[in-house]
């Protein structure tokens, strides 16, 4: 936009207040295009004064999920999801955050109160939107809140949801390592009218000498059952929740996990694990299911895969450059050049090639054995007359005769690419030949955006995210990771940035002031090669509308207040409904599913706060 049209947006949001939403994720400090008539859009486009956006004329219709995250100071409310929403950009949506049940309370450990500075108390609730989980945090308290001479802790829960609530507990003096203590309940409003919205809960934790040891070895299989050491035990009950504490093998093999002691004679069920270390990366992982706690349990000798006939492999990576001889200098001093040059060569080379992880994944019966090397030792060759320099590493193991795919994953800040290949070794090898590895840079890949009237888009923030599939997606996935693109400045709408070879989902968010709505393209698969891919982002259709919800009393609610045991604590008044400003609101599309290619949670397809008035503008693509 000229300044003249940045004077007149500026005047505009102080006349109509609550015209301007900004979106966190752009964080471009430029003003969101607006319009107070249908005069001032483009072709095809009018004015939707609710939104003071320039949008499609036709209405849109879309099935998806809401997601409300409070601005957490002086609002009472927690995170919400509404699930499943019939959307169109002709209604306005009012959604409520519902006032939550305040948690107050202590951690008792043999009717002693536990500080809340040692005990970290999670809540965990699955959410509405499916793989996004909610999880609250317990805040430590001033001791008048919970009673007693330390602090306890205050939790901000949804009401009548069940959460699985975790009580991590600190070690003991001795070093014993004590599993969290887990219950799942929900939290109701109580029946006092004083003050229904906050509840005192005293955890008791079971006593150290209550929690039930559970114990075996880990053996390989074959006649002479040689004990694993530094295999690493936890148990888990699935039903329950519940979870054990982590163990690592002694030099006999043999573990102790404490469990939490059951709440029923009929015990739970735990699946023990057992995954490998650093000392000793070739245990298998393997789950023994269904194993029945009601008492001290004994779980014998576990036996994984047979590793007596163990083939010596060793991996060799290669890097190439090319460097300038010294003929290629004009002068005296080509020598000293050339090497120069060489030298940051090589440094470049070593910074990319140092911390690659080298890891073969291989089948072992329904499970999978996966072991792996992290590069250090880098060795150097330098050609001035060849023009080349050169890195080379060896990695080594001791495996297994199978099938294997082998990885290797440089640092994400590397521009090396991953590189993938399947590999057999048979039974009856004695020598292996050196797998040579020759990696190469990532390929460059350039992304071309345009508007629907053919006008590069400049100013875009382009992410790719690698979705963990690479070319063996199902028996060897590969580590999510993100790439932001650089914009061409010599070419108007075209990015570039270096990728792995892979599926990707693509996020563009325009500049701010273009008006449009993000773009999220899933299942793209980028090959070994350079390529350019193209995209049109159409007209944005809007979807307003208000959230409303509970203020914060001015009487301080967290910290200070006193416990409703308190006979002079004095419950602060009710509130009406008001709209509450700050609120993050995101939407995700039903359509386009909800998959974690971030590796961590879904993504928004839109997002934006809602203004002093409560009310939020989320734009999406009209197509």
Not at 278 to 287: G, Y
Not at 588 to 595: C, I
Request: glycine residues 8%; aromatic residues 6%; contains cysteine.
């Amino acid at each position: 936009m000229t300044w003249r049209e940045n004077i007149r947006v500026l005047v505009l949001a102080l006349l109509v207040p609550g015209c301007l939403v900004l979106e966190a994720p752009l964080d471009t400090g430029q003003e969101i295009a607006t319009c107070q008539s249908d005069s001032e859009c483009g072709d095809g486009l009018v004015c939707d004064l609710k939104a003071h956006r320039c949008v499609t004329d036709e209405e849109l219709s879309l099935s998806g999920w809401l997601r409300l995250v409070p601005p957490g100071q002086g609002v009472l409310g927690v995170e919400e999801q509404y699930p499943a929403l019939e959307l169109s950009s002709r209604e306005e949506l009012t959604l409520k955050l519902h006032r939550p049940i305040r948690v107050v309370g202590r951690v008792l450990v043999e009717g002693n109160p536990l500080s809340s500075e040692k005990a970290k108390i999670v809540a965990v609730a699955p959410g509405s939107i499916p793989d996004l989980k909610v999880h609250q945090d317990a805040q430590v308290a001033a001791s008048g809140l919970a009673g007693g001479d330390k602090p306890g802790f205050e939790l901000w829960v949804s009401e009548d949801v069940t959460y699985d609530v975790y009580v991590y507990l600190p070690a003991s003096d001795d070093g014993v390592e004590y599993p969290p203590y887990h219950v799942r309940r929900q939290f109701s409003r109580r029946s006092d009218p004083a003050d229904p919205f906050t509840y005192d809960w005293q955890i008791e934790v079971p006593p150290p000498s209550s929690y039930l040891p559970m114990t075996g070895c880990v053996v390989a299989e074959g006649a002479l059952m040689a004990p694993i050491v530094g295999a690493r035990v936890t148990a888990v009950a699935p039903v329950s929740g519940n979870l054990s504490s982590t163990a690592v093998t002694d030099g006999l093999g043999c573990f102790e996990v404490l469990v939490q002691p059951p709440e029923t004679p009929e015990g739970d069920l735990y699946q023990v694990q057992l995954q490998p270390s650093p000392e000793n990366d070739l245990v298998p992982k393997v789950q023994v299911a269904e194993i029945t706690v009601t008492g001290p349990t004994d779980l014998g000798d576990l036996p994984v895969s047979d590793l007596d006939e163990l083939l010596h492999i060793g991996v060799v990576l290669t890097v190439k450059l090319d460097t300038p001889s010294p003929a290629e200098f004009d002068g005296k001093g080509g020598e000293k050049q050339a090497r120069e040059m060489a030298g940051r060569q090589r440094d470049r080379i070593a910074a990319d090639l140092h911390d690659s992880v080298v890891r073969l994944t291989g089948q072992v019966g329904t499970g999978m054995l996966e072991v792996e090397r992290t590069v250090e030792d880098v060795q150097f060759e330098t050609d001035l007359t060849a023009g080349r320099v050169q890195a080379t590493a060896r990695v080594e193991f001791d495996v297994p005769p199978r099938s294997y795919v082998l990885s290797v994953i440089p640092a994400a800040e590397s521009g090396l690419g991953i590189y993938q290949q399947l590999v057999h070794y048979y039974e009856g090898d004695r020598e292996v030949p050196d797998l040579q590895v020759f990696l190469k840079d990532k390929a460059l890949t350039r992304v071309r955006l345009e508007d629907s009237g053919g006008i590069p888009l400049v100013g875009a923030q382009v992410m790719a995210i690698l979705t963990g599939k690479g070319k063996y997606p199902d028996t060897a996935p590969l580590p999510s990771r993100k790439f932001q693109a650089e914009e061409d400045l010599e070419s108007a709408g075209l990015y570039r940035m270096s990728l792995d070879p892979g599926e990707y989902t693509l996020v563009v968010d325009p500049a701010p002031d273009t008006g449009l709505a993000r773009l999220v393209e899933r299942n793209l698969f980028i090959s070994g090669d350079s390529q350019q891919r193209s995209f049109v982002l159409p007209p944005p259709a809007a979807l307003t509308g208000l959230v409303v919800g509970t203020p914060a009393p001015d009487v301080e609610v967290s910290g200070a207040a006193a416990s409703t045991a308190d006979p002079e604590y004095q419950a602060p008044e009710e509130v009406g409904d008001q709209p509450i400003p700050g609120v993050l609101v995101e939407l995700y599309d039903e359509m386009e599913g909800l998959a974690q290619p971030d590796g961590s949670a879904p993504i928004p397809i839109a997002s934006g706060f809602t203004d002093a008035a409560g009310r939020f503008v989320l734009l999406v693509p009209a197509e």
